[in-house]
């Protein structure tokens, strides 16, 4: 292979590399925005975070994780709670983003209400087992808030 073989690869994937990286910053303002613009008291304070991922803290005791994984040209989000100790924090659901700026394939990166509406699908079991929980006035515990939530089976 010659040295404008490997040049013209390496820009072929710093391009892409690049595209990725802006769609994925695409996506956390635009979550970002919902939460914030939105009139709905979600009890979300968000948290500070390196650049790959997006934090939020709910009800002053848990940190809701939003996350591109999967290593160098990684397309899967990952959404994560922790307890405010800390901890290992427990997978609750995924997504794909591709690099044309699609969620899942169906939704556009860039329309605040759907990409809103997607985040709280994919947190909705955590609500509902706080929810539940407070109910019958249990106490909580990661792996009840966990439980029933969308997670990938993970190997």
Not at 139 to 154: D, K, W
Request: proline letters at 3%.
């Amino acid at each position: 292979m010659t040295i404008w073989e490997i040049s013209e690869k390496a820009d072929f994937i710093a391009g892409r590399h690049h595209r990725l990286q802006e769609e994925w910053r695409h996506y956390c303002n635009t979550l970002v925005q919902g939460i914030t613009l939105s009139k709905a008291r979600l009890h979300h304070a968000i948290g500070c975070a390196p650049e790959q991922q997006l934090s939020f803290v709910l009800f002053e005791h848990f940190t809701l994780s939003v996350t591109l994984v999967g290593g160098f040209n990684g397309h899967t989000i990952e959404y994560a709670i922790a307890g405010k100790d800390g901890g290992e924090p427990r997978v609750i659901a995924q997504a794909q983003l591709s690099s044309d700026g699609l969620i899942d394939g169906v939704i556009n990166n860039r329309d605040r209400e759907k990409v809103l509406n997607h985040y709280l699908d994919a947190i909705a079991d955590v609500y509902n087992n706080l929810y539940a929980a407070m109910e019958t006035d249990s106490p909580v515990t990661l792996t009840a808030i966990a439980r029933n939530a969308h997670a990938p089976a993970l190997a």
